[in-house]
């Protein structure tokens, strides 16, 4: 069974950075897309971006320029988001997913940002 474990959320104030860390197990390296997620106080949850198999990275335009997701090439089972200038509008929790089919998804790091 695929279970997904994020890490690295915390405090930060503005204009700092954080790394996320997703490791995967049960995972067989096979996927369609991963990626983040991330849901405010009293918001829906949004995508944040996501890497495709062929490598193909997107991020939505709130992150872009500041945000960057990669895999881990030695051990593919992990997966990052480095998040540089961060803004208080930016503190969330955020998930990751993996899917192929079905969509598995971490129970979620919370991050806070302050002014």
């Known amino acids: 069974q695929v279970q997904l474990v994020e890490s690295g959320g915390g405090w930060v104030q503005a204009g700092g950075s954080l790394r996320l860390s997703c490791a995967a197990s049960g995972f067989n390296f096979k996927f369609n897309v991963m990626g983040w997620y991330r849901q405010a106080p009293g918001k829906q949850r949004e995508p944040v971006a996501w890497?495709?198999?062929?490598?193909?990275?997107?991020y939505v335009d709130s992150v872009k320029g500041r945000f960057t997701i990669s895999r881990d090439s030695a051990a593919k089972n992990t997966m990052y988001l480095q998040m540089n200038s961060l803004k208080p509008e930016d503190t969330a929790v955020y998930y990751c997913y993996v899917s192929y089919g079905t969509t598995y998804w971490g129970k979620g790091t919370l991050v806070t940002v302050s002014s």
């Open positions: 890497l495709t198999s062929a490598e193909i990275t997107t």
